[in-house]
């Protein structure tokens, strides 16, 4: 089992839309959850950083963890043309230990 | 965050040549990653590599075949050597922000194509 899975996707949703992004994971030892985005041809850009539980919000996005139930979420509200990216989740248990990445969900928001 | 730069951007080789990779940082770290993100499959670590010491290597991945050198706290390089096709992917450094060890910002990365 892998310790991270992820839809790849495409996910394909028009302009304006809420995007609902997902990973579920498998060790209950990741305290540190992250997502990046993607662009082609580019290095992925960290977008939002989360410590345990909750939700954090930042503009148009919002990152939901939930712990009990091993599964993270990225939102997008009003999605734009250029959030079509890779969105890339990302974990760890902290103190300088290993990144685990999924394999990315594909967007592309229509105008 | 920092602005991380990889010379090259891109490259075409050929099999059994070896290729060294150069990241560049517009400010010190102290740990900085290098990855490799093939199609389809998720990011995986190579090694870690800090000021001062020996790289620190995941499993599957050896110094012979994937030198790194970490001469200061602005740079580092990843030597992929012996080159084979299964080499072919894209190879990214990253760097711990300084606030946290768990914040990590990346580079642009390098395409590299094994022929």
């Known amino acids: 089992q892998k310790e991270v899975e992820q839809d790849p996707g495409p996910l394909s949703v028009p302009e304006g839309a809420i995007v609902s992004l997902n990973c579920t994971y498998s060790?209950?030892?990741?305290?540190?959850f992250m997502w990046y985005r993607q662009y082609s041809r580019k290095g992925p850009e960290l977008l939002m950083y989360?410590?345990?539980?909750g939700n954090k919000e930042d503009g148009r996005f919002t990152a939901q963890v939930d712990k009990s139930s091993k599964y993270i979420s990225l939102f997008i509200r009003d999605s734009q043309p250029s959030d079509s990216a890779t969105y890339l989740c990302a974990m760890s248990r902290g103190g300088g230990n290993q990144f685990y990445f999924g394999t990315g969900t594909s967007l592309t928001v229509i105008p | 965050s920092a602005v991380i730069s990889q010379k090259p951007s891109r490259d075409i080789c050929q099999r059994g040549t070896s290729l060294t990779i150069q990241c560049q940082v517009d400010?010190?770290?102290?740990?900085m990653f290098w990855y490799r993100q093939q199609p389809g499959q998720s990011l995986t670590l190579i090694a870690t590599?800090?000021?001062?010491?020996?790289?620190?290597?995941e499993s599957g991945f050896v110094i012979d075949k994937f030198p790194i050198s970490r001469p200061n706290l602005t740079f580092s390089t990843l030597t992929v050597s012996n080159m084979s096709p299964e080499d072919s992917s894209i190879y990214l450094c990253s760097v711990d922000s300084g606030r946290s060890y768990n914040e990590q910002f990346f580079g642009p990365g390098t395409r590299l194509t094994v022929l």
């Open positions: 400010s010190q770290v102290t740990m």
């Open positions: 590599a800090n000021q001062g010491s020996e790289a620190t290597y």
């Open positions: 060790n209950s030892a990741f305290q540190y």
């Open positions: 989360t410590y345990s539980s």
